[in-house]
């Protein structure tokens, strides 16, 4: 499973070719950043 946080052609097929080297099947989960800014935020402000 390749968890891509970016839409980017080029991390997709290192990720496939990375599967098929490995012998595993191929799949691709977009997950985004989520609230890594935020989170990131807050810690500042705490820091």
Do not use: H, M, N, S
Not at 26 to 42: F, M, N, Q, S, V
Request: charged share 30%; hydrophobic share 45%.
């Amino acid at each position: 499973v390749y968890i891509a946080q970016t839409d980017d052609p080029e991390l997709d097929k290192v990720a496939e070719k990375a599967a098929a080297l490995l012998g595993l099947a191929y799949e691709r989960r977009p997950t985004g950043y989520g609230d890594l800014t935020t989170e990131l935020a807050e810690a500042a402000a705490f820091g």
